[in-house]
């Protein structure tokens, strides 16, 4: 009896606990939004902006608020990241100068178990961008904080996924406004870097800049972006049986619907043609069926000429 009484106070405790932990949550994400409210409705307008007075590019200030409360982001304050002297309206000139870094947050790993941002930060240090551009090239270049969200590692659509993490690629290499405020150096046109790929269309739809531009060895996501000179560029790499895309682009998605879902390589065949990867499980097992009974009947034809001829001879004795 005392033993059901202690269980039936701990059952009671944990669940005061967990009501409290879910009541206290709840009221974080609530005044976080309505925190929020008072900053969207300025940045919210589509035309909000100014122009740089030193680069004379105009500087978009505008946030999508429905993006970004489907952005990863979307359970923190504004001010979780930025000045809380931003709250002062109008705001500070002071604050266009304010210096953010991811790391302040993501630097902590237990809470981003897939990703070692330790690695991501070293990987970034060596890549193409950082040596050309330096300081002035950040992780906001390529991933916006306001509309940010993981993809690959939650999307089972690979189309999808290929068109949203090629489109930050994209963002900057087919628009030369962006490019501008990097040093003013000019980047080529794609099609000429890759006038030697066929199909270029074709594999910008099917196929993720970085599978090619990085080095797949880095656990989570590769940041380090190789020269175009040190790119992959032997097709057998990615059409083998062995693609380089299973250990990039298809790595997140299950062993099982790789291996057991009809085609062996399914998952890559429902975007690109895979040589050694049309194998088929069932077709397989149907094969060998088939070529089992064909030995079967060979032998049982063998068998019953072997006594018919025997009996024939038995009866012209």
């Given at each position: 009896?005392?033993l059901?009484?202690?269980?039936?106070?701990?059952?009671?405790?944990?669940?005061?606990?967990?009501?409290?932990?879910l009541?206290?949550?709840l009221?974080?994400?609530?005044?976080?939004?309505?925190?929020?409210?008072?900053c969207?409705?300025c940045?919210?307008?589509?035309?909000l902006?100014?122009?740089?007075?030193?680069?004379?590019?105009?500087?978009n200030?505008?946030?999508?608020?429905?993006?970004f409360?489907?952005?990863?982001h979307?359970?923190?304050?504004?001010?979780?990241?930025?000045?809380?002297?931003?709250?002062?309206?109008?705001?500070?000139?002071?604050?266009?100068?304010?210096?953010?870094?991811?790391?302040?947050?993501?630097?902590?790993?237990?809470?981003?178990s897939?990703?070692?941002?330790?690695?991501?930060?070293?990987?970034?240090?060596?890549?193409?961008?950082?040596?050309?551009f330096?300081?002035?090239?950040?992780?906001?270049?390529?991933h916006?904080?306001?509309?940010f969200?993981?993809?690959?590692?939650?999307?089972s659509?690979?189309?999808?996924?290929?068109?949203?993490?090629?489109?930050?690629?994209?963002?900057c290499?087919?628009?030369?406004?962006?490019?501008?405020?990097?040093?003013?150096?000019?980047?080529?046109?794609?099609n000429?870097?890759?006038?030697?790929?066929?199909?270029?269309?074709?594999?910008?739809?099917?196929?993720?800049?970085?599978?090619?531009?990085?080095?797949?060895?880095?656990?989570g996501?590769?940041?380090?972006?190789?020269?175009?000179?040190?790119?992959v560029?032997?097709?057998?790499?990615c059409?083998?049986?062995?693609?380089?895309?299973?250990?990039?682009?298809?790595?997140?998605?299950?062993?099982?619907n790789?291996?057991?879902?009809?085609?062996?390589?399914?998952?890559?065949?429902?975007?690109?043609?895979?040589?050694?990867?049309t194998?088929?499980?069932?077709?397989n097992?149907?094969?060998?069926?088939?070529?089992g009974?064909?030995?079967?009947?060979?032998?049982?034809?063998?068998?019953?000429?072997?006594k018919?001829n025997?009996?024939?001879?038995?009866?012209k004795?």
């Open positions: 009896m005392l059901y009484n202690n269980i039936s106070k701990m059952k009671s405790l944990i669940f005061f606990l967990l009501l409290c932990f009541t206290t949550n009221s974080a994400k609530r005044n976080n939004k309505e925190e929020n409210n008072k969207f409705r940045h919210s307008w589509s035309t902006g100014y122009r740089d007075s030193n680069s004379s590019i105009l500087i200030l505008s946030v999508n608020q429905k993006d409360y489907s952005s990863n979307r359970n923190l304050a504004c001010i979780d990241c930025h000045s809380k002297d931003f709250r002062k309206f109008p705001h500070p000139a002071k604050l266009k100068k304010e210096g953010l870094y991811c790391l302040n947050c993501h630097k902590d790993n237990k809470k981003f897939v990703l070692n941002f330790k690695i991501i930060e070293a990987d970034f240090k060596e890549s193409i961008h950082y040596k050309k330096g300081n002035e090239f950040t992780c906001f270049n390529c916006d904080p306001h509309i969200k993981i993809n690959a590692r939650k999307n659509q690979i189309s999808q996924t290929v068109m949203y993490d090629n489109q930050i690629c994209l963002s290499h087919n628009n030369i406004n962006k490019i501008e405020l990097l040093s003013r150096k000019v980047v080529p046109a794609l000429e870097v890759h006038d030697w790929l066929p199909h270029l269309k074709l594999h910008l739809a099917n196929v993720r800049c970085i599978d090619c531009h990085t080095y797949s060895n880095t656990p996501v590769s940041h380090l972006i190789v020269a175009k000179e040190n790119a560029k032997d097709c057998v790499n059409h083998s049986e062995n693609s380089l895309l299973l250990h990039t682009l298809y790595k997140f998605q299950s062993k099982q790789r291996t057991e879902q009809g085609f062996i390589n399914a998952i890559i065949l429902n975007n690109s043609y895979i040589i050694g990867a194998r088929n499980y069932y077709l097992l149907f094969s060998f069926i088939i070529f009974i064909v030995i079967i009947a060979l032998v049982t034809h063998g068998y019953l000429r072997y018919s025997k009996v024939m001879k038995n009866e004795q």
